[in-house]
Nanobody, 124 residues
Framework: QVQLVESGGGLVQAGGSLRLTCTASGRNFGWYIMGWLRQAPGKERESVAAINRSGDTTYYADDFVDGRFTISRDNAKNTMYLQMNSLKPEDSAVYYC????????????????WGQGTQVTVSS
């Protein structure tokens, strides 16, 4: 089983950028399809993006296809990243990384192992 820890969140002004990092410990990080999800106050957890095992195929939820967010991974370092540019106040949320269990990655219920989350706050 893999353990996940997110980092890189913080407070940023609208239009700014942040790079989130998900660090995995345990075995066989490269076995897992990975994803980033987020949850804003009063809202359901939603999928942002996913990446295949090798990192050469990425997927973005419909609300994130505008190119502001980029998911990537480095299996040699057991890490996954989410580069977030042109941030908006509505991007404020707790961001989670997770391993895909079974089902559609666009559903948060399909993810199995989760980190504790990192808070992103975008001020206007």
């Amino acid at each position: 089983q893999v353990q996940l820890v997110e980092s890189g969140g913080g407070l940023v002004q609208a239009g700014g950028s942040l790079r989130l990092t998900c660090t995995a410990s345990g075995r066989n990080f490269g076995w897992y399809i990975m994803g980033w999800l987020r949850q804003a106050p009063g809202k359901e957890r939603e999928s942002v993006a996913a990446i295949n095992r090798s990192g050469d195929t990425t997927y973005y939820a419909d609300d994130f296809v505008d190119g502001r967010f980029t998911i990537s991974r480095d299996n040699a370092k057991n890490t996954m990243y989410l580069q977030m540019n042109s941030l908006k106040p509505e991007d404020s949320a707790v961001y989670y990384c997770a391993t895909l269990g079974s089902g559609d990655w666009r559903s948060a219920a399909a993810f199995k192992s989760w980190g504790q989350g990192t808070q992103v706050t975008v001020s206007s």
